[in-house]
Structures are given as structure tokens and as C-alpha cells.
């Protein structure tokens, strides 16, 4: 069994506070045991991180306490002259294994940022992807992390108020469409909304049903998952596509 965690934010004054309040939280995470946890996007107050080994550093010293593979969320950062969205991935020794970049900036994003250009696997506990906001609207972009090989995605994201709705469709969907837990996390306050949810999927007379776990404070949720239960339904699922013009 894989045991999973995800955590919504709130805002925060300062970048050190939010770093401090998050902590405590991943810490009663990390005595839970979960070996992989995932922040939403873009929650800390200054959002462009020129050092993810310097601002996480409290982030990697749990980890590694605990064994814990940690997706702080995604952020804006300098890549040369490149400005990304880029989601660093805290291994559970504590060090930053790699990075997945924004494939598809959001509206405004657009103007200043560079699109990612992979879909990157990674593995610790399992092998996993990580699907940044807007990627979700995407249906390629899930399924090519899928077919790469992910065990399970996780979904840093933003998202406002009014968006909750479709945000959900699109997150259950990807769920459905390729056969894989998804966990997505989101920021709550005035203009965010929250409703952080964790997608499990159980077949039933071979009707594949949804099972929604959703966050309503800043808070955490857990969930364990048999990963081999999806493999094989994924399995019939691709074999079932066919390509039509």
C-alpha cells in the first residue's frame, strides 16, 4: 500500500511564516507515515524562488526525518534567461531530485513565461508525475505521464473561486480517462477556493466509480492506495482506445 498526504494552504503574511506553518503540518504528516505529500501552486507571498535548496531547507529536513518525499508546490524561477513555473521534488533523503517545469502557462503567465517542454517520471516510493494547474486541462499531458509510466499524479494548482467547478471536472476526468489517483492541491482565501481533493477510483460490475476526498480548511488529508488494483484496469482501458481520424 502506498500512503499519500496533501495539504491545502492558506496565504501568509511573509514567506517564512508560511514556510513555518507548513512544516508543522508536514511533520504530523510524516508521523503518519505517508511517503509522498504535494502543496498547492504559487501559495507562499513572494513566489519567485531564486534557491529552492535555500527556501525548502526546513521542507528537506523533514524529509529526510521522515523518508518523505515532499512536492512543495511549483514556482516561479530564473532558468538563464528563462522565467519557468517549476515544481521541485524533495526526495526522502532529503535533497531536491529534480524539477517539473509549467507545460502550459495560464493566460497572464503566458507573456513572461517559458513552457516545459517534458513530462519527467519520477521515483521514490512509487513512480509518480506532477501535472501543474493549468496542465490539467490538457488530456495529453496526463496521459503521456501515464503511459511514461506514473503510478499516480499529483496537481499543484491555484485556483480561483469561480473556477472550482470546471477545476474539479477536469481533475475527476483525467482521473477517469487514464485510470490513476490524482491528488490536487489548492489555495484557500478570499480570492482561492480551496476544495483540495484526492480522486481514488474502485471498480464495481465493471463500472469504474470515483471516490472524492476534498479539503475544506487549511488542513491535510491521507489516503493509502493499492496501486496494482489500477494497473490492471488501466491495462483494459488503453487496450480498449483506438485511433480514428
Not at 192 to 207: A, H, P, Q, R, T
Amino acid at each position: 500500500m502506498l500512503k499519500v498526504g496533501l495539504i491545502q494552504t492558506r496565504t501568509y503574511s511573509t514567506n517564512k511564516e508560511g514556510i513555518s506553518k507548513v512544516s508543522k503540518i508536514l511533520e504530523k504528516i510524516g508521523k503518519k507515515k505517508a511517503s509522498i505529500v504535494c502543496l498547492p501552486e504559487q501559495w507562499l507571498k513572494n513566489n519567485e524562488i531564486f534557491d529552492f535548496d535555500f527556501e525548502f531547507k526546513d521542507f528537506k529536513e523533514i524529509a529526510k526525518k521522515y523518508q518523505m518525499t515532499i512536492i512543495p508546490g511549483a514556482f516561479y524561477k530564473k532558468n538563464g534567461k528563462d522565467l519557468l513555473i517549476a515544481s521541485p521534488i524533495i526526495g526522502p533523503k532529503g535533497d531536491i531530485i529534480g524539477q517539473q517545469e509549467k507545460i502550459h502557462p495560464f493566460d497572464y503567465e503566458k507573456k513572461s513565461v517559458t513552457p516545459g517542454i517534458e513530462a519527467k517520471i519520477f521515483k521514490t516510493s512509487c513512480k509518480f508525475g506532477v501535472i501543474i494547474c493549468y496542465d490539467m486541462v490538457f488530456p495529453k499531458v496526463s496521459e503521456t505521464f501515464v503511459k511514461k509510466g506514473a503510478q499516480i499524479l499529483f496537481s499543484p494548482s491555484r485556483i480561483v473561486r469561480r473556477g472550482i467547478i470546471p477545476w474539479e471536472t477536469y481533475v475527476l476526468a483525467r482521473s477517469l480517462e487514464n485510470r490513476v489517483p490524482i491528488l490536487a492541491a489548492n489555495v484557500l482565501n478570499r480570492k482561492y477556493g480551496g476544495n483540495s481533493m484526492i480522486i481514488d477510483l474502485n471498480e464495481k460490475n465493471k463500472v469504474v466509480i470515483p471516490k472524492i476526498t476534498k479539503i475544506q480548511e487549511e488542513d491535510f488529508a491521507i489516503k493509502s492506495f493499492d496501486l496494482r488494483k489500477f494497473k490492471k484496469t488501466r491495462k483494459i482501458r488503453f487496450s480498449d482506445s483506438k485511433k480514428f481520424s
